[in-house]
């Protein structure tokens, strides 16, 4: 257990110091072309690494019902800017839809009645933030991989994007909007799922209200919120500022394992 820990302790130290290069540290080194070049091998490096040291499948650690956190933390946005998430919340998310679409054969829309009615995964599992903190939580919810194989992705489809209702910062290019992406493995992770519960209870509004997005072996910036839809794409390039996600527009790590 000590040398698990270690190494995760190891992971997520590697993690917040490559994202401080990125995003705090000198001028000149962050603006440099070959250092970006260079962070961009380590992160290969360092998925490749850990995928091969633990494997596709294996699992983050579970935990039980007495090691749930009493207080779990609320990061990132507590509650989404915008008229049409206000509305949805008004309604009690009765006329929310997550739609599924991009590179598959069957696009869908369900509603939040329509996604707790399809068979779901309960873990609990511990939230690793890249602040430094850490919680768990009892996160229940549909498995991503069942619901991209009734959609049905076509062979050029080789990650996961997730859009959210969570203008994260005001911006006239529509660069604000929060988003996340995973790869297919990931993404077909047993553990991977799209969480509608937390503790036994819907979930808050402050905690992602109605869906959002558990991929536990990664830190919390990937852990999307607000969810609204779901797209499998060829390439991450086309999307906002190209890196695959909010955060790593501004420098942090597109994979973020621990």
């Known amino acids: 257990m000590s040398r698990i820990i270690t190494r995760r302790r190891f992971l997520i130290g590697a993690t917040m110091t490559a994202s401080a290069l990125g995003l705090a540290g000198c001028d000149a080194l962050g603006e ?9 091998i380590a992160e290969g490096l360092s998925m490749k690494t850990q995928r091969f040291l633990l494997g596709d499948d294996a699992l983050a650690r579970e935990f039980t019902e007495a090691d749930i956190s009493p207080t779990f933390r609320a990061n990132g946005t507590s509650m989404p800017d915008n008229a ?27 509603s939040l009645a329509e996604l707790k009615a399809l068979p779901a995964r309960t873990q609990i599992t511990r939230h690793d933030c890249v602040e430094g903190w850490s919680a768990i939580g009892k996160w229940t919810g549909v498995p991503l991989g069942a619901l991209l194989q009734a959609a049905g992705l076509k062979p050029e489809a080789r990650y996961i994007v997730f859009h959210c209702a969570d203008e994260y910062e005001k911006t006239l290019d529509g660069s604000g909007w929060y988003y996340e992406s995973i790869d297919l493995v990931d993404a077909f992770h047993p553990q991977t799922i799209l969480a509608h519960t937390m ?29 609204t839809g779901i797209e499998a794409v060829a390439d991450l390039g086309q999307l906002y500022g190209g890196n695959g996600g909010f955060w790593e527009d501004r420098g942090y790590e597109w994979y973020a394992g621990i």
């Open 32 to 40: 440099s072309d070959r250092t970006k070049s260079v962070l961009k």
């Open 84 to 110: 049409r998430y206000i509305e949805w919340m008004n309604q009690r998310f009765s006329s929310w839809r997550l739609e599924v679409g991009g590179l598959v054969d069957k696009p869908m829309q369900l």
């Open 199 to 227: 503790n036994g209870r819907d979930l808050e509004v402050a905690h992602g209200a109605p869906l959002r997005l558990r991929v536990e072996r990664q830190l919390g910036y990937k852990q999307a919120k607000y969810l």
